[in-house]
């Protein structure tokens, strides 16, 4: 693979590429069984559905609606369409099909528009997976997390400036680190007001790097399993995508990112911006690697970022992602209520609705924190007692008072699923048993049991009556061992496919619904090829350092292959910095700030034209050619090392070998 090719694998999960979107799967989804209908009922008489305070405060403060126009590329390419879930309609009881709790809170996140706050804050709601909240100063406007992309960003301004003026926008903040609060900044602001200072970026410390580096090393992986959690791949209906649970859904338009001018390094650090008291409190490794919580003074809100929403939030993402901390995260809760508790008279997030009411917001945030720290101390309280991750998790439940509150239903994260990150986040991934500690791989423990279980017809006839008696989880685990050990028995496939679209019908979680849902199409259909979470926007790649390119090369190199050869090669970025780079032993090493005296060639370019190979927007011979790139001793050896370097597909199977 040549340096040029690598641009086709710098994927950020969480951002949208336009490929040709197919028709949607040919094989269609079927019917809710009875099964799924009793248990889908049986919310009705366990929550509280009778409670409307959340459609109260989601509705509370509304000026305007969304702009309804489909909003497309310069090349006609799909980037939001406000009409997508306009099947869920507000006060309508779930279908069969959808968990009536999912269902409720898609019902919440699709009532969007332009709302007011409290005096000069506003928010532009469902015009992207996040929130874009606007804070009015004394000369302009703070915008608070430009969306995901720039294209809704721009239409979610215009429709402030409809409706309250226009006014100059004077600083952005970014809340963390996720590409859905900062994605959409080139919508909102022009980057030479920034470079002048006109328009000033606030941002936690660490926002750069965490943008860049989170996702970036496993990102072709975690791409293509975001690709199952926000049901890319499937169609928006009752028996297909029904939202993240989060927000609706993301937008595909162009994702950028800017630099902050002014970094919020700790926690009482005190900004007046545009006139109003900003006191902030960092929170990394809660929600975000860098991220951050404050309180505006003069309007006694307490702007929360991710850390308090409506909905127990993931400590680990399905797509792939480190673990998150519960009990810091429970930790940062604790203090903002300590810090701002007492006065505060709103709360918002960059998800979700607002909370108002001193007493509510209080109520509101140690639900949230006390539900994180139970996550935590119990997890290990029964794994002290002996317990496996996947024991835990079967026995965990939460105390009532939480279980029966909206904002602690797993719509995003889950407990399952959090209790298992939190296992894996103190103890790793071995639960102690040395029969599991090397066990055989998948298709060959596949073969082996359905060997030791008489075959796979023995095994098809026995799984389909526990389909019948509404066992959807076992169905889908023990026939997935039947498709492992033989993908071509497309019985297996189908009855595997039945299993687990029973088990999205009733899934709370988004995500899991959406993974059950793209699990189904694709054991039925095959890979389909559709529009997925995969970027390399411009901005990311300028953000990227030098050493987060030479360790993403790393990732790429093919050890096995290489592990003969030896190569030093000398690279000159100019005021970029200069990298001594070594292969050997199958491993790709460098060192910033020296040069090797014996390399075998010195590679020199400008950090723009590495940016530009990288978005093959100029290839390597090209650059060579025009004298971009200029390469002293032996070239050969770069072409050698490019030689070792794996090309990664995309459309790995998921559900199959």
């Keep these: 693979m040549k340096l040029n090719q690598i641009a086709t694998h710098l994927a950020v999960a969480g951002l949208l590429t336009s490929l040709s979107v197919p028709a949607f799967a040919q094989v269609m989804p079927k019917d809710a069984t009875d099964a799924t209908i009793n248990a889908n009922n049986a919310l009705y008489q366990k929550l509280p559905f009778a409670d409307k305070t959340d459609f109260e405060n989601a509705h509370k403060g509304f000026i305007a609606a969304l702009p309804q126009d489909v909003l497309k590329g310069e090349k006609g390419n799909l980037i939001w369409d406000p009409a997508k879930y306009a099947f869920i309609k507000e006060g309508e009881k779930a279908p069969a099909t959808v968990n009536p709790s999912l269902w409720r809170q898609s019902q919440l996140i699709n009532i969007g528009g332009l709302f007011e706050v409290t005096d000069g804050v506003y928010q532009i709601r469902n015009q992207d997976l996040s929130n874009m909240t606007i804070i009015e100063g004394k000369k302009g406007i703070t915008v608070i997390d430009p969306l995901l992309s720039a294209e809704p960003a721009k239409v979610a301004l215009d429709l402030y400036y409809k409706n309250r003026g226009k006014k100059p926008v004077v600083a952005v903040i970014y809340t963390h680190s996720h590409v859905d609060h900062y994605g959409g900044v080139r919508g909102v602001v022009d980057e030479a007001d920034v470079k002048s200072g006109k328009v000033k970026i606030y941002a936690p410390a660490g926002v750069m790097k965490a943008a860049v580096d989170e996702n970036i090393m496993a990102g072709t992986a975690m791409s293509r399993r975001a690709a199952y959690m926000y049901g890319n791949l499937l169609k928006p209906d009752v028996k297909g995508q029904v939202g993240a649970g989060l927000g609706s859904t993301t937008s595909a ?65 399905l797509r792939g992602a480190k673990i998150r901390d519960p009990l810091a995260w429970s930790k940062y809760i604790n203090a903002a209520i300590d810090m701002w508790g007492k006065d505060a008279q709103v709360i918002i997030a960059q998800h979700h609705w607002p909370t108002w009411g001193n007493d509510n917001i209080v109520k509101l945030m140690k639900g949230q924190r006390d539900m994180y720290r139970f996550i935590n101390d119990q997890t290990l309280r029964m794994a002290n007692e002996g317990l496996t991750r996947d024991e835990i998790a079967a026995n965990f439940k939460l105390p009532e008072t939480l279980e029966k509150t909206w904002a602690s239903r797993g719509y995003y994260g889950s407990v399952s699923h959090d209790v298992k990150a939190t296992y894996v986040f103190y103890l790793g ?37 526990d389909f019948a008696q509404g066992n959807y989880r076992w169905v889908a685990q023990v026939v997935s061992k039947v498709v492992f050990a033989d993908p071509s028995n497309q019985d297996a496939k189908n009855l595997e496919a039945d299993a687990l679209e029973q088990l999205g019908y009733q899934a709370e979680a988004g995500p899991w619904r959406n993974f059950y849902l ?51 090669l000398n690279f000159d970025f100019g005021a970029e910095g200069k990298y001594k780079v070594e292969l050997e032993n199958g491993v790709l090493n460098h060192s910033a700030n020296t040069q090797a005296a014996d390399a075998d060639a010195t590679i020199s370019m400008s950090r723009d034209t590495l940016n530009r190979i990288i978005l093959k927007q100029e290839t390597v011979q090209n650059a060579k050619a025009n004298g971009d790139m200029k390469i002293t001793g032996n070239a050969a050896k770069l072409d050698e090392m490019m030689s070792y370097m794996d090309k990664f597909e995309f459309w790995f199977n998921i559900v199959t070998p």
């Design 253 to 317: 338009g162009t994702v950028t990112l800017l630099a902050p001018t002014n970094y919020v390094s700790h926690t009482g650090q005190v900004e007046v911006i545009d006139g109003l008291t900003y006191e902030f409190m960092m929170a990394p490794g809660s929600e975000a690697p860098s991220e951050m919580l404050w309180y505006v003074k003069e309007k006694k809100l307490i702007e929360a970022a991710e850390d308090v929403t409506h909905t127990l939030h993931n400590t680990y993402s």
């Design 518 to 568: 793209s699990g189904a199409q694709e054991l039925r259909n095959g890979v389909v090829k559709a529009a997925t979470p995969n970027t390399a926007s411009p901005d990311t790649v300028r953000a990227m350092t030098p050493e987060m390119f030479f360790d993403y090369l790393g990732v790429h190199l093919n050890g096995l292959k290489a592990a003969n050869a030896h190569a030093v």
């Design 429 to 465: 991934w071995f639960n102690g048993n040395p029969a599991t500690l090397d066990e055989l791989p998948p298709v060959d423990a596949a073969k082996k049991y359905v060997d030791y279980m008489g075959g796979a017809d023995q095994i098809m006839t026995k799984a389909k009556e």
